[in-house]
């Protein structure tokens, strides 16, 4: 149980472009999830919580016109990296939570983009 | 807010050892301890995890102690193997908001055979 699922586990683009990452929880009902970075050989920076219906919440010095979250149901959350540059080729992993007062996170694989 | 320091940032184990990571945090009123393990271009595994009205528990040859009035936690692994080889983070919850876990900045871990 507690599966949660990234796609694409890779993508490449171009300067300039947008690129969006689903993330699904797929044997429970996330009620919260969470979107982190993580470069090389660093910890995870966490960048936004979402909850089910609502506005995203971001993270000091994360620009919130940059990285569209939605989380349009109990099992899907999405992350869309606008305008993307080089700067944003990092691996980004969400987590998801179920039921409130529930405290463990679970972790998709991660997607690795790349931007030339 | 809460800030997680962990400790050592490498470490070097033969295969049959015991291995030990050690985190300390800063809010008192922080109330959820996991560790994860994390393995080459993977997401992070939860492996184990500690509420803070348990001192101690205990999965197979994991085990995680929690120290309240000191403000640390432990994972203790036994008997590693190659395979338990990987960058594992300690994490604590803010006790406000969305209850967000506050990562440690992670220990490499290798068992050589």
């Known amino acids: 149980g507690a599966v949660v699922s990234q796609h694409p586990s890779r993508v490449i683009c171009k300067s300039g472009t947008s690129v969006k990452i689903e993330c699904r929880s797929l044997?429970?009902?996330?009620?919260?999830m969470f979107w982190y970075r993580q470069f090389p050989k660093q910890s995870l920076m966490l960048m936004a919580t979402?909850?089910?219906?609502?506005?995203?919440?971001?993270e000091q010095g994360v620009e919130k016109d940059k990285f569209l979250i939605n989380h349009a149901s109990l099992t899907l959350s999405t992350l869309t990296v606008t305008s993307a540059h080089p700067e944003d080729s990092s691996f980004y992993i969400c987590?998801?939570?179920?039921?409130?007062?529930?405290?463990?996170?679970?972790f998709g694989p991660g997607t690795r983009l790349t931007v030339t | 807010g809460e800030n997680v320091e962990q400790h050592p940032s490498t470490l070097s184990v033969q295969e049959g050892d015991s291995a030990v990571i050690k985190c300390t945090y800063s809010?008192?009123?922080?109330?959820?301890f996991p560790w994860y393990k994390q393995e080459l271009g993977k997401g992070p595994q939860l492996i184990i995890d500690?509420?803070?009205?348990?001192g101690e528990k205990k999965d197979q040859r994991i085990a995680v102690t929690l120290n309240k009035t000191a403000k640390h936690f432990s994972l203790h692994i036994t008997e590693t193997q190659p395979e338990d080889s990987a960058v594992y983070f300690c994490?604590?919850?803010?006790?406000?908001?969305?209850?967000?876990?506050?990562f440690g900045t992670g220990t490499r871990l290798l068992v050589s055979p």
């Open positions: 979402s909850n089910e219906g609502s506005k995203a919440t971001y």
């Open positions: 500690i509420r803070s009205n348990v």
């Open positions: 809010d008192s009123a922080s109330n959820y």
């Open positions: 044997d429970f009902q996330a009620t919260t």
């Open positions: 994490a604590a919850t803010l006790s406000t908001g969305f209850q967000k876990l506050v």
């Open positions: 987590s998801a939570r179920g039921l409130a007062g529930i405290h463990e996170q679970y």
